[in-house]
């Protein structure tokens, strides 16, 4: 599976991003995908994950009730809604496709990855 991550950019605290994770080469949907970032000088967090039918989604405790995961398996992308961005949410943004229908929140479940896509968050 490639993936490709999108949808990145530069936008003033408060505001909102939607990212797109497409995948190629052949479906993920039945594979668990999850959203990492790691902003610069700092470790690779988990962000959001969600199953491989979309019915069950996790976030990290700093990003609740802000940001949205959700999947369409028919297109073959996941998204991650992002709303009130902080400058805290800077960060390259990536994708990862689990080998299982869920990958939960630790990185080393995931085992395809995207290059990453960048956030910048403005005051």
């Known amino acids: 599976v490639q993936l490709q991550a999108s949808g990145g950019g530069l936008v003033q605290a408060g505001g909102s991003l939607r990212l797109s994770c497409a995948a190629s080469k052949r479906t993920f949907s039945n594979n668990g995908v999850g959203w990492f970032r790691q902003a610069p000088g700092k470790e690779r967090e988990f962000v959001a994950g969600i199953n491989w039918r979309g019915g069950s989604t996790a976030y990290a405790d700093s990003v609740k009730g802000r940001f949205t995961i959700s999947r369409d398996n028919v297109k073959n992308t996941v998204y991650l809604q992002m709303n009130s961005l902080k400058p805290e949410d800077t960060a390259v943004y990536y994708c990862?496709?689990?080998?299982?229908?869920?990958?939960?929140?630790?990185?080393?479940?995931?085992?395809?990855w995207g290059q990453g896509t960048l956030v910048t968050v403005q005051r």
């Open positions: 990862a496709a689990a080998r299982h229908s869920w990958g939960g929140d630790e990185a080393r479940m995931y085992h395809y």
